[in-house]
């Protein structure tokens, strides 16, 4: 049965090796569209940066489940408690690897003027809003829905066990080699699929998900067909139903037009 609600991750899955989208997803949108198929950018990049990358789509999953939109409209934006905040941020700081912050709100993120040439290109792919500010503490108590952190010799490695010390109650995902965010208890990718599902009446049974790294994990689980990419790391093939082709072979494509080909068959 064709699933009514597919969750799409971007890097590492839906995009390509260049982390641009397939040059036909237009039209596999516009299919999508005519079966009754809602598909969902789901990312932990920002709101702003998923709707200029889609701009005729008004339905996202964005900074890693914490903005859930449909219809263009924000239909939950989830803070870290400002004691969390606090806590994450003088965590980070006792890092004397390298690393970059950056502090995100629903509208815009903001990362200190100190970032390198390298930290800069790298956050210039996934926020297109961004702010840059002399001092972040006077930010702290604002409305943040995550705290991202960029740190080119490997997040996991220098930032997670720090930041696990002082925040264990909180989400703590490793989104890639090199990025780390930190959301409140509760969510994550799964969370907002399990919304959308709710929101738009489909069945969980009848949604679906696209993921490759370890934060697309509950979204995977939750959904009703789980979909992880050849690339993808071996926790989600452990629980996948299916294998798509990897992201530089544009494996999401292959999968959703063999979807849409069997319905319209």
Known sequence: ??????ALDMDGTLLDGNGQLPPDFAAISTRAHKLGVTLVPASGRQ?????EMFPHEDTFIAENGS????????????????????AA???LRTVDVPHTIVLCTPDTAYVHKSADDQA???IAKYYRSVEWV?????????????????????????????????????????????WLDVMANGVNKGVALQTMSKLLAVPISRTAAFGDFLNDYELLHEAGTAIAMENAHPK???????????????GVMTVLRQLFDSEES
């Open 1 to 6: 049965m064709l699933p009514q609600l597919i």
């Open 47 to 51: 709101l702003a940066t998923l709707q």
């Open 67 to 86: 903005v859930v939109v449909h219809d263009n409209r924000v239909i939950s934006a989830t803070t870290l408690p400002s004691t969390a905040v606090h």
């Open 89 to 91: 941020i003088s965590a």
């Open 120 to 122: 800069r290109a790298e």
């Open 134 to 178: 002399d001092n972040l503490d006077p930010l702290l108590d604002t409305n943040i829905i995550k705290i991202a952190a960029y740190c080119a010799d490997g997040s996991e490695k220098h930032l997670y066990q720090p930041l696990l010390a002082a925040v264990p109650e909180h989400n703590i995902a490793i989104s890639g080699a090199v």
């Open 236 to 250: 989600l093939k452990e629980i996948a139903d299916r294998i798509a082709p990897p992201n530089t072979e544009y």
